[in-house]
């Protein structure tokens, strides 16, 4: 017992365990995920719905988005962005790794009669075959990316862009991540929640790597039958260093802001957008 306490408080070596695309595969979890996703005043999977179409006008503006517009969305989620472009009349390809997300983008696509090629998939080993004007990345999911995932996809994204394509994300700053306290926690739950649909303890920790900035939520979960860990890592960067990474890897930050919504850029924001594009 005391083993097993020691190993659920226990801090990694940063990335040891990492299984963030559990969070949204897990059955359960996934479909909690869902419903924040589809939940107009919650943050937590997708933006809340003021902020999203504030984001979309403007990320359709960035490409003048018009019918001969191609637009890739990694990690799609359900749809909420890839569904709006098409509406405006662009052609759009979404991947992401979640079944239930994509069974409900899918859905919609069909319902609101949108030709939308959503792909279940991983995007970081999956070829993207295609060129695009626009990929995007966007609810700071490079952040949770390891140092070689992110290398191996800049590659597949300035590969995957037209000539003058852009590419458009948005990562956590290093505010952010001095704002994020570290916390050890269990909570007992006699029924369902979110991690569970059934009784169940759920142990997290939250870690801080303060040479790295990177931030580890450690959620262990126990049920009567089984124990599961979720390590989610996630990067925080400083401007410099995330215009560097990009400038390593053959792309020129053009433009940066506070946020995906265009907000000008402000240094203590808690977020970081840029519009990217291949150095020539
Ligand atoms: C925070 S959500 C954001 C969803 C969407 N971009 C939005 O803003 O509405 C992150 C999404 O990325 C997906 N995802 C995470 N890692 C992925 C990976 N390696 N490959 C494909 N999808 C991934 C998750 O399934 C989830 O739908």
Redesign the pocket.
């Not at 969305?73 to 989620?77: E, K, M, N, P, V």
């Not at 998939?121 to 970081?124: M, R, S, T």
């Given at each position: 017992m005391f083993k097993e306490l020691t190993e659920i408080f226990e801090k990694p070596q940063p990335y040891m365990h990492a299984n963030?695309?559990e969070l949204?595969n897990n059955p359960h979890i996934s479909t909690q995920m869902l419903g924040f996703?589809l939940d107009p005043n919650n943050d937590a999977?997708?933006?809340k719905k003021k902020f999203l179409d504030k984001s979309i006008d403007w990320i359709s503006g960035k490409i003048n988005l018009n019918p001969k517009s191609t637009i890739l969305?990694?990690?799609?989620?359900p749809g909420?962005?890839a569904n709006e472009y098409a509406k405006r009349g662009a052609k759009v390809a979404g991947?992401?790794?979640?079944t239930n997300?994509i069974a409900y983008a899918n859905k919609k696509a069909k319902e609101d009669k949108l030709d939308i090629e959503y792909i279940n998939?991983?995007?970081?080993t999956r070829d993207f075959r295609k060129k695009y004007d626009l990929i995007t990345i966007?609810?700071c999911?490079y952040c949770?990316l390891n140092p070689d995932e992110r290398r191996v996809l800049l590659e597949k994204i300035a590969k995957a862009l037209e000539e003058d394509g852009l590419f458009i994300f948005d990562v956590h700053s290093d505010d952010h991540f001095e704002n994020v306290r570290e916390k050890r926690s269990c909570h007992y739950s006699d029924s369902g929640g979110f991690w569970s649909p059934e009784a169940h303890f759920v142990f997290e920790n939250i870690f801080k790597y303060s040479d790295e900035r990177i931030i580890l939520e450690k959620h262990t979960v126990i049920e009567s039958m089984k124990k599961f860990t979720i390590h989610n890592y996630i990067k925080c960067f400083e401007i410099d260093e995330i215009k560097k990474e990009l400038a390593d890897n053959g792309f020129h930050a053009m433009e940066d802001y506070s946020d995906i919504s265009g907000t000008a850029y402000k240094r203590h924001a808690k977020d970081i957008a840029l519009v990217a594009k291949r150095m020539k």
């Open positions: 963030s695309t949204w996703h999977a997708s933006r969305d990694l990690g799609c989620g909420l962005y991947i992401d790794v979640s997300s998939d991983n995007y970081v966007i609810h999911d949770v």
